[in-house]
């Protein structure tokens, strides 16, 4: 054949073909925009929400450096700063901490910092400069707050001033200030160079650095901040500049881990990918099927092509030519309204997960991404229509129908002809058709089983006792706030206890008592406590290996928490090995202790201590008393103090018995349960208590986890049934595109059995029993396969979480039943009524 090399005859032909097709065309449009929507859906979500996470962190971290060193000397900074590999090197310089009383709630730093390293740790000031003179400080607004002044420069501040040596108190004038943002941690107090090097002078050797780590104190230390000259393996880069610099373990390094933790973890990778998969799939069985169709529908019009020389890569063109043409219009719509559509769900999705507000910004990589994968998607579902034209000849066009009229058999049966048979035979004439739709219809309903599954498998009473254990929870404010160092642990009063006892519709309430200490271990006990410390030293820092050592080695002891528990507690407490007997438990003889590796199926066979044994405690007045073990467990960590040591142990004792060896009597938190008739009463009774009673009080209400709870419930639902709906209208189209394309290519067909005696009912029955054997099989699909993918992708996205219990949930395929059947009945009878005029 000879080849004729006219692009403008193709494209007329393909224009041509795209007028005789309209119908073809917006079903086309509207598969591809549909395609296109949920790939810029869940490109712009996952890019946002690893940009969110990414700032989120680096608030967090207080630096978008890529990495730094903490508590250097000047001798140690000028080696850093000759270093040609790294940029944008600037420092702070550590100058103490604030003892003021309005600060006690709210962990603030006092450093001199140099511009560029202000601007990289988000505390430039917006208003006013750094710094100048002696008593100039520029700090953010929460500090402002803190103390009772307006948001202004020109304000004057008397500040307590700690560094470990010596005291400072003194009126400074504010001369910058700047909004903090939220996710960021500590509040920042600059102060100028000059009284920086007068009250704690720079660090210049190891005798100034001993002088100060003598008192732990970091005053006088320089914490450089830098950049490498991309982000890629900050470690690896971090490990080469300390080889560079001679650095060796003793110096501390912070890489920032927004840079590591920005990119997405391996689940939710392989979720984004699970899902892109999907929507390939989907958009795949529906572009592919109706490109078939055409095919089938225009063949006689290609082998006439081919009968007078087009080539086969011509008529390859000309099929791929229609796709960029319909693509040209169907890409941007999808990609557009997928934009439109991410607007509205990444505030909510980052907003509940991540915590910080988000400003939806136009990326055009996210379109461009978006834009190639749904052609490729739009190009791969070509392939096999290109296959059907160039493997065709122009006698075999003539003759080609797009199925199958011989169905071979082994043996000659004799049965009753009705239009449920004769359905049944039809379905069969087209397999590769009949599957594409079958799973596209599956696809939609998997999901939407998955999206309920996965909602109902969120547990809330897990989910709200890992943060609340009871309706209330008073406690000193600074235990609230997780980022404070200092915090008071014995901060309820007997006299908060008794006025709380006295509100109305209290069920229970008690409370939890705590010290820390140190306990002495020997013997056995000791050399458990060396064999732990062998599996654990590789995972930690030479820092705290260190002191591990001095302690277990030197001083054969490890630390310690000793805990005084009323009732409402006890009965909280999570077992590992023991049973709980309050009226054993109570009489004093008996504690509970705590096993070093927590959370782990084999908790209690590491622990230090078995069930029966006798353990020396030393209690908060510095007595020692000797008691028997009577289980292993942990306290709930909504009950605890929230934080644990390397190697440690937690003791619990009956509160009585730890009050009679105490000399403090404050409670660190205090737990109450309220009749449903009361909750509103006592939360404001309280709120009125804490904020003008008792100031340095705070509490926290369950119902405040639980909104949390309810909302995280409708993201997951929200995302996940737009996804179902989007899937399902692409299973009906593909339905109702192959029930419509069916009916046309069968016309001749159709007719032929009316004239030979089926009546037009008949021929309606036979179409719909075609559609329902669709939708049984469809089902088939879903209660076998999808059943086993609910299991597996449900695990896959919410199996680490703390408050996931799976739970299978049947009605989304049982309430689809219903629908899909009167779908698969009706819409060939509309068709069928179309045929018959």
Known sequence: MRNINNRKWISNISKKSMKANRKRNLILILAISLTAFMVTAVFTVAGSMITGMEKSTMYQVGSDFHAGFKFLTQKQYDKLSRDNKISELSYSIIVGQSTNEELREDYTEIRYTGEGNAKHSFSFPEIGTLPQKENEIATCINVLDDFGLSHEIGQTIRLQIDNGIDT???????????????ATLANQIYVSKEFQEKFSPTWQNEVDMKKFMDVDSYAGSINPGFNFNNAFNISGKMDELKMRLDFGKEINEGVNWAYSTSSIDPTSMALMIFLLFIIMISGYLIISNIFNISITADIHHYGLLKTIGTTNIQLKKIVIRQAIMISIIAIPIGLLIGYLASMIMIPLIISNMISIPVTMKFNIWFFVVSGIFSWITVRISCIRPCRIVKKISPVEAVRYIGYSNSI???????????????????????????????????????????????????????????????????????????????????GVSESNIEYCKKMNGIEDIGAVYMSTGFHKVDGSVLKKVLNFYETIKNKINSDEAKELETRIFDSHEIYSCVYGIDQIVYDKLEMDAGKLDWEKFKTGKYVVISAPIEGSKDDAEVAFYKIGD?????????????????????????????YSFTIDINIMLPSEEYLAHSQSKGAMKLFMNVDDDNIDKVEASLTEYCENIKPLLDFESRNKYKEGFKEMQQTFLLIGSAMSL???????????????????????????????????????????????????????????????????????????????????????????????????????KMFSWQNRA
């Open 614 to 642: 006798n353990i020396n405690v030393e209690m908060p007045d510095g007595s020692t008393k000797s008691y028997e073990v009577i289980g292993i467990g942990k306290i709930p960590y909504a009950m605890g103090s929230g």
């Open 168 to 182: 400072y108190e003194g009126e400074f004038l504010v001369s910058g200030i700047w909004k903090k943002p939220t």
């Open 408 to 490: 071979k058999r082994k043996n000659k049966r004799t049965h009753k002809v009705t239009p449920v048979t004769m359905a049944w035979q039809n379905i069969g004439r087209n397999k590769k058709k009949t599957i594409s739709v079958i799973l596209s219809m599956a696809l939609s309903i998997i999901m939407l089983n998955i999206t309920v599954s996965l909602v109902a498998s969120f547990d809330e009473d897990k989910y709200v006792s890992s943060f609340a254990s009871s309706d209330f929870t008073v406690a000193d404010a600074s235990l609230f706030d997780r980022y404070l160092k200092a915090v008071e642990n014995e």
């Open 726 to 828: 989007i899937l399902a209208l692409i299973g009906i189209l593909n339905f109702i595109n192959l029930t419509y394309t069916s009916i046309n290519e069968r016309s001749r067909e159709l007719m032929t059995l009316h004239a030979v005696g089926m009546t037009y009912k008949q021929i309606k029955n036979m179409l719909s029993a075609e559609g329902v054997i669709r939708i049984i099989f469809t089902f088939i699909a879903v209660f076998t396969i999808g059943i086993g993918l609910n299991r597996t992708i449900v695990n896959m996205i919410a199996g680490q979480m703390i408050m996931f219990k799976y739970q299978f949930v049947v009605w989304p395929m049982l309430v689809s039943i219903p629908i899909f059947l009167l779908i698969a009945v009706v819409i060939p």
